[in-house]
């Protein structure tokens, strides 16, 4: 058994080849997979070949169904799993601190509370940093295979700093797990560029000198981090900074955690990169591309057909001009008749319309671009519970991705920004009577818990679950039914799967206390009144009789 190690790292020489290695399989395997996938799909961020500042990166794209299909999926994906200004993660006592005897529930109340403090300070500084903006770049890249994002430190008003890394500079390693977990980055930066992403970089003469004479020249840069298991927890990971030509370390530092978060969405057993939606589809959407294409030579066959002339001296097609208020002559034998035809074409595009229609579609559902139906399909008048019917099932298709995204991309997400915070002591540990509670992700005592669209899917199959219960109740007892439930607790079970405030719902005592009171009152309203002035033998008003409740009309159900 190995013991642990303070700190341990490869030489420069070590860790260079392990990059050379890395880079290679990339580039032997997938570059020109995904150099065709950001062609036709991602050209914003089509990287690769020397590409310029500026230059036009759309030449080879007739219909736009990808490049739009891929922006709306990285914006579902943002809203679905990293929605911006909302609270999607918390912060709970786990069960060893629930059923530790030395706490008493007033303690417990008072962990809970100073732990939604805490959570509540992480998102401040999360919603401040923009990081929809990276992210939604990092999206645009999972869907051709894997998203990799960098999180650096910033300073104590903001804390964070994220940048989305294009495919074109990455290389990666993974454990022996199936996860990602080890990355380089290659790219080109200027010496005075270098000096301010990384203050205390130490140069050699060569760097010194240029960085003294000539600043803004460029020089390629291996970004790296390695892990190693058998350090220490607090320096685990080996992030430098490499001069490419020299091979030599310019800075490098032990962190408790991997600047880089790498995630896919879906993968091949045996391979590194991802495979994206946008990777399963291709075929279809290079079909799709070149359909597009024939459609508009066929249209511009139309607007300007070829034309058959006969060939005599009179008729010179290098020389005639077609267009409006020419004269063209012609010979006298031609009188009565058009020496000049169009050449015929058959006639098929409504046939090329409906298969390029039928191909968009099928690119959309790769890209699951289109959760809802268009509305032409859906009319105007469906209601929000079908568009939620359609959105749970688009869900479902795509349920092994989210939670693989959840493993590879959510938890990791938060366990490095609480290290940050730690580190810069902007979030606080909780103090009890019993010692202290360290605020941190491996904290045994917390669990960070994620509010993931697949729980919210369940939560309200929860409640569709009891509303069907309460309306066969009603069905089948009549008014009798809710003697059946515990209708106090009712609004707190709604409230917590629904995602409501519950702080607006009352306790279940509160609600028996307060219907008993609003009974009572009813009842005396309805208490037959005398009538002072009644003459003997008079008839007094009958007293009123309160209606029992009916579960299945509150539902709007049948008797």
């Not at 880079?23 to 991602?42: A, G, N, P």
């Not at 200004?85 to 918390?90: A, G, I, R, S, W």
């Not at 020299?246 to 991997?258: A, G, L, M, Q, T």
């Not at 058959?346 to 099928?362: A, C, G, L």
């Amino acid at each position: 058994m190995m013991t642990s190690r303070i700190e341990y790292s490869e030489n420069p020489e070590e860790r260079f080849r392990r990059y050379e290695k890395a880079q290679d399989r990339l580039l032997t395997y997938w570059d020109e997979r995904l150099k065709d996938i950001y062609r036709y799909c991602i050209p914003d961020r089509y990287t690769w070949d020397n590409a310029t500042e500026g230059e036009r990166k759309t030449n080879d794209i007739y219909d736009d169904t990808a490049v739009i299909g891929v922006q709306t999926f990285a914006n579902n994906l943002l809203s679905f799993l990293l929605p911006p200004f909302k609270e999607f993660m918390t912060l709970r006592a786990s069960i060893s601190l629930k059923n530790d005897k030395r706490f008493t529930d007033d303690d417990r109340k008072k962990i809970e509370d100073d732990l939604n403090e805490q959570i509540k300070v992480v998102f401040e500084y999360l919603n401040e940093s923009g990081y929809s903006n990276a992210f939604h770049e990092a999206f645009q890249d999972l869907a051709a295979g894997t998203g990799i994002i960098i999180i650096n430190e910033g300073d104590d008003n903001k804390p964070f700093s994220f940048s989305s890394v294009p495919l074109s500079e990455i290389a990666m390693e993974e454990g022996p797990n199936g996860m990602l977990e080890n990355f380089w980055r290659t790219k080109k930066y200027s010496m005075r560029q270098i000096i301010r992403l990384w203050p205390n970089v130490t140069l050699s003469s060569e760097l010194e000198f240029m960085l003294k004479n000539n600043p803004d020249e460029e020089i390629e840069i291996v970004e790296g981090v390695i892990f190693y298991p058998n350090n220490k927890e607090e320096s685990q990971y080996f992030y430098y900074v490499q001069h490419k030509a020299s091979k030599e370390d310019i800075y490098s530092e032990f962190r408790d955690y991997s600047p880089f978060l790498g995630f896919r969405f879906g993968k091949t057993a045996g391979e590194v990169m991802g495979r994206g939606p946008a990777m399963l589809g291709m075929d279809f959407i290079r079909i799709l591309n070149l359909m597009a294409e024939y459609d508009l030579r066929s249209a511009k066959f139309d607007a300007f057909p070829a034309y058959t002339v006969p060939n005599t001296s009179i008729m010179n097609p290098n020389t005639m001009v077609l267009e409006p208020g020419a004269i063209i002559p012609i010979d006298s034998t031609f009188a009565g008749q058009s020496p000049i035809q169009p050449l015929p074409t058959s006639n098929s595009k409504d046939r090329m319309q409906m298969r390029i229609e039928q191909y968009q579609q099928i690119v959309k559902d790769f890209l699951f671009a289109d959760p809802l139906p268009s509305p032409q399909e859906r009319g105007s008048n469906q209601t929000a519970t079908e568009s939620n019917i359609r959105y749970n099932e688009w869900l479902r298709k795509n349920s092994s991705s989210a939670l693989r995204l959840q493993d590879e991309l959510v938890m990791p997400f938060f366990r490095i920004l609480f290290k940050i915070l730690r580190k810069k002591a902007l979030i606080k540990d909780i103090e009890t009577i019993k010692g202290t509670i360290e605020i941190k992700a491996s904290n045994k005592h917390l669990k960070l818990v994620y509010d993931s669209p697949i729980i919210n899917m369940q939560r309200q199959d929860d409640v569709k679950a009891m509303d069907q219960v309460l309306l066969r109740l009603g069905q089948t007892f009549q008014q009798y039914g809710i003697l059946a439930v515990d209708f106090t607790k009712l609004p707190s079970f709604w409230a917590e799967k629904l995602d409501a405030d519950k702080s607006l719902i009352k306790t279940p005592s509160d609600i028996q206390n307060t219907l008993g009171q609003f009974l009572q009152r009813l009842q005396q309203a309805q208490q037959p009144q005398q009538n002072p002035n009644a003459q003997p033998g008079e008839e007094q008003p009958q007293q009123g009789t309160l209606d029992q409740p009916n579960i299945a009309n509150m539902l709007g159900g049948q008797q």
